[in-house]
């Protein structure tokens, strides 16, 4: 993930919802000769802990995230596999 991209996603997850723990991690290159990674697209695994999933499913935290991120999902992440979690799980 280049700096800027990664600057832009975590900042906007922050913004979003103001996580006590965030990580991001690239593995755009295992997927080298992938057709999203052809795009641009890149492959990233996300751990993030907020207040704001309390008392959601996993499909209502996936939405806040993917919220979060808006037109990201459509150009410059291709797949995001989210482990989202209130403080305390």
């Known amino acids: 993930m280049s700096d800027d991209r990664l600057a832009t996603?975590?900042?906007r997850l922050t913004e979003a919802?103001?996580?006590?723990?965030?990580?991001?991690i690239?593995?755009?290159a295992r997927h080298?000769?992938?057709a999203g990674?052809?795009?641009?697209g890149g492959h990233y695994i996300?751990?993030?802990?907020s207040d704001a999933f309390a008392g959601?499913?996993?499909?209502?935290?996936?939405?806040?995230v993917y919220d979060a991120v808006g037109d990201m999902?459509?150009?410059e992440i291709h797949a995001l596999s989210i482990q989202a979690q209130s403080p305390g799980e």
């Not at 990674?37 to 641009?40: E, I, L």
């Not at 996300?46 to 802990?49: E, N, P």
């Not at 959601?56 to 806040?64: A, D, P, S």
Request: proline share 3%; no cysteine.
């Open 9 to 11: 996603l975590r900042a």
């Open 17 to 24: 919802l103001n996580p006590t723990e965030i990580e991001i």
């Open 26 to 28: 690239d593995e755009s």
């Open 32 to 34: 080298t000769g992938h």
């Open 37 to 40: 990674a052809a795009s641009g």
């Open 46 to 49: 996300l751990h993030i802990v």
């Open 56 to 64: 959601k499913n996993q499909v209502q935290r996936h939405r806040l």
């Open 73 to 75: 999902m459509h150009s």
